[in-house]
């Protein structure tokens, strides 16, 4: 099946709306951002982000969840684990996320999202204001010993290929904004430390 070409500047012109994403804020009274947590599978990070919507849900923010299992169910359904396909899978979820963020939405995002420079993208994208990226550090034994789909197992044995932290590198993040020690912290604990970044960085108040 031959691709259609992409379509020229002629074609697409971007529209822009009356209703602003300044407005959108001031109706949630809230700030909108893309709260992006990274780290190995099992660190925690999607059992972290949803637990953290709940908080922000309870306090009447409008949020969402990216989560990386769903988004490859539907979404990214067609992408594969090689290094090339995780480099799309990040940049469709980037694009995605710029979009909630446009509609004034506090999106979670939990993916492995093990490079850098993917990471790196995204925060271009979205600018330094919108992107918090959040480290979910946990040790590999750690990770190994929560996983209960026997993942890691199947990866040591050579089952799947291209497994983050086994057969694939993790990059850990430079300079996050936040380390969240999801080995040795509560998830309570971990919670408490995101919310107040957040009220540090605005995006809602006291």
Not at 109 to 124: H, K, Q, Y
Request: charged content about 30%; hydrophobic content about 40%; overall charge neutral.
């Amino acid at each position: 099946m031959n691709k259609q070409s992409a379509p020229s500047d002629v074609e697409v012109v971007w529209h822009h709306a009356t209703v602003t994403r300044q407005r959108r804020e001031q109706l949630n009274g809230h700030k909108a951002a893309v709260v992006w947590f990274t780290g190995l599978s099992g660190a925690g990070k999607s059992t972290l982000a949803h637990a953290v919507e709940e908080e922000l849900h309870r306090a009447g923010c409008r949020t969402f969840v990216l989560d990386g299992d769903n988004v490859r169910h539907g979404l990214c359904s067609d992408l594969t684990f090689s290094i090339e396909d995780r480099h799309e899978n990040i940049r469709r979820v980037g694009e995605m996320a710029k979009l909630f963020v446009e509609a004034g939405v506090i999106a979670l995002t939990a993916f492995i999202s093990p490079l850098r420079a993917d990471r790196e993208r995204v925060r271009r994208l979205l600018g330094d204001a919108d992107f918090i990226e959040i480290y979910a550090q946990c040790p590999l034994a750690v990770c190994e010993s929560r996983d209960v789909k026997g993942m890691y197992q199947k990866a040591r044995a050579g089952v799947i290929k291209e497994f983050t932290g086994i057969s694939s590198p993790y990059e850990e993040p430079v300079q996050p904004d936040l380390v969240v020690k999801t080995g040795e912290e509560t998830l309570d604990e971990s919670v408490k430390k995101v919310m107040a970044l957040l009220r540090q960085r605005a995006v809602i108040t006291a």
